[in-house]
């Protein structure tokens, strides 16, 4: 059975489809914000009319109430998206005081799906509503709807707050009319006990035990059925939620399921989607607009729910630094760009990026109705810390101390002690369980953790008094590295050279600033500083080369005064101007 399933505008090389919430030219994906997508495809519901601008407001910002400025902002992203004014292509007419007009011819196609339920069959299911706008997910949803009709069984794995939940249900949603049999929604969150994992998914469904046998009942009922499940929060129930997919999976074979957590459940037939954090600009220092920065999503998201909050704001182009560090600092986060959004009220935009060094403290007003977890970003990262062994709790914490990237070889040396099982298996848990991202570009891997989470871990480490021990074995591993630096500098190409060194600056500059701190090692950071003077004066450095040098100068004078006669090993072979 087929249905109409919206209409498709297509214009110039591109074609909206409003239906799948999704622009595409030349049959590419085009990235869009929501607003400038809702603005699009009202002017092209009624192209060749001038529409009101009171009247795109109400499309973009149903319910709230914003500046024109606001609509100006996103309109002209619009035009720079779709090319408008390059080359000749006109889309988007400005008529003074009226509103704006699509001017660009437009051809309205039919799309036709054959995935509709009989004709009167009721909707089933249980789905709960999104309440707030999906924003920077269009794409994610689209490809994930295309993949479960394949794939059957998918679990979305990300860390805490990068909305995992929100995805799922607008997946779940928008591949409804593809299950006759309804589209079931389980949250599993508040439980603690794996064996009441089937019960859970049985009271969901209104599904009785048979002879107290509740995954038995589930296999049964799902037998002839064509439904998908949505299994929430799975992460604290792991091993129960895997054996229930698999038993269900085998036993129904028109069923789906769709599992979200913060590690993969490792069943048999299980595919994973990594959810990414929202888009931010590539590069720092890089001066953006606001119509340009609100073209990346989490701009977007954190602009979006401040303008909920105070709806007199509108980004504007000297806000954008701020909101860029914002964003930045917060990895793109979603539920950390939205407790951040919570306090733009408190403290503005520019006070906020001041206080994010302090933002376990700051960012703790989320939703009243939220899980407790994702009132405050701490919880959010307790639920976490506490899932984990207390061997992987220990490796995290002293991984904290790494400002920068670094190679399992640097994570052995700093991590101590830990040889069973070997350093390589608690990374790979730990990625697997969303507190570490790994570059695989490279021959040789490198992690890293978010920011969030290692000024998480960083005061767990000072908390277990284990920052000095782990920052003195961070800066001696730093030590060694660059101690043949100088000499390979001349011997390696200058690319190649800084390739190799450039990467690690970040942890070098950790290394010499604990190095010189009342709790530090001198001697290390003298030695530190001199090896990391060829890296400095190649990367133009130079202003902080001379101060980091006269600090070393510094502290060996004070060291000499001191004690004219301590050998320190440290004996300068550069001479600084």
């Known amino acids: 059975m087929f249905r109409m399933d919206g209409e498709i505008f297509a214009f110039g090389s591109f074609r909206l489809m409003p239906a799948q919430r999704m ?127 394949r794939r059957r069984f998918i679990t979305i794995v990300g860390p805490g707050g990068i909305g995992k939940t929100t995805v799922a249900v607008a997946v779940a949603d928008r591949a409804r009319e593809s299950y006759k049999d309804g589209v079931w929604f389980v949250g599993l969150a508040s439980l603690s006990d794996p064996d009441l994992v089937p019960s859970a998914v049985g009271a969901a469904l209104g599904v009785p035990p048979s002879g107290g046998d509740h995954t038995r009942a589930l296999a049964a009922w799902l037998r002839d059925r064509n439904a998908l499940l949505v299994l929430d929060n799975c992460e604290h129930l792991i091993g129960a939620t895997a054996a229930l997919a698999e038993a269900i999976l085998k036993a129904a074979p028109h069923a789906s399921i769709l599992a979200t957590a913060r590690e993969p459940l490792r069943a048999e037939g299980e595919w994973l989607h990594r959810l990414a954090p929202l888009d931010l600009p590539p590069q720092e220092g890089t001066f953006l607009s606001a119509a340009e920065a609100l073209s990346y999503s989490a ?191 001349k011997a390696r190409p200058q690319p190649e050279w800084l390739g190799l060194y450039g990467r690690h600056l970040d942890n070098v500059r950790a290394a010499l600033d604990w190095a010189f701190s009342p709790e530090g090692d001198s001697q290390i950071g003298l030695v530190l500083t001199v090896a990391v003077v060829p890296l400095l004066v190649e990367l133009s450095l130079l202003g902080e080369c001379r101060e980091r040098v006269e600090r070393a100068l510094a502290r060996l004078n004070l060291i000499s005064s001191r004690d004219p006669g301590t050998k320190l090993g440290f004996m300068p072979h550069w001479e600084y101007r």
């Open 23 to 149: 622009l595409s030219e030349d049959g590419k994906p085009v990235r869009l914000s929501s607003r400038a997508l809702d603005i699009l495809a009202a002017l092209l519901e009624r192209a060749g009319e001038t529409i009101s601008k009171e009247e795109l407001i109400a499309r973009a910002w149903p319910d709230t109430v914003v500046e024109e400025a606001a609509l100006r902002v996103h309109v002209a992203a619009l035009r720079k998206t779709l090319g408008d004014g390059r080359a000749g292509k006109r889309y988007i007419a400005n008529l003074s005081g009226r509103g704006y007009a699509f001017i660009a011819p437009v051809t309205r196609e039919r799309a036709l799906s054959a995935t509709a339920a009989p004709t009167g069959m009721a909707e089933a299911g249980n789905l709960p509503a999104l309440l707030t706008s999906v924003v920077g997910r269009d794409n994610v949803i689209s490809r994930l709807v295309q993949q479960l009709l």
């Open 299 to 489: 701009v977007e998201l954190f602009s979006e729910r401040v303008t909920a909050a105070l709806d007199d704001f509108v980004l504007d182009d000297a806000d954008v630094p701020a909101v860029l560090e914002i964003c930045r600092r917060l990895d793109g986060i979603p539920l950390a760009l939205e407790l951040a959004a919570a306090r733009v009220g408190v403290f503005g935009v520019r006070e906020l990026a001041d206080h994010l060094d302090d933002r376990f403290r700051v960012l703790t007003s989320g939703r009243r109705t939220a899980l407790l977890r994702h009132q405050t970003l701490a919880a959010t990262l307790d639920w976490s810390y506490q899932l984990l062994s207390e061997a992987e709790r220990t490796v995290l914490r002293r991984l904290s101390v790494f400002a920068g990237d670094f190679s399992v070889d640097a994570a052995g040396a700093v991590a101590g002690n830990l040889l069973e099982p070997p350093i390589i298996d608690h990374i790979a848990n730990l990625v697997a369980k969303s507190l570490l991202a790994a570059d695989l570009h490279d021959e040789t891997a490198h992690y890293r953790l978010l920011d969030t989470t290692r000024l998480y871990a960083f005061d767990k480490l000072r908390s277990a008094g284990e920052l000095p021990e782990t920052a003195h074995r961070h800066a001696e591993y730093y030590c060694a590295l660059f101690a043949p630096a100088e000499i390979e500098s």
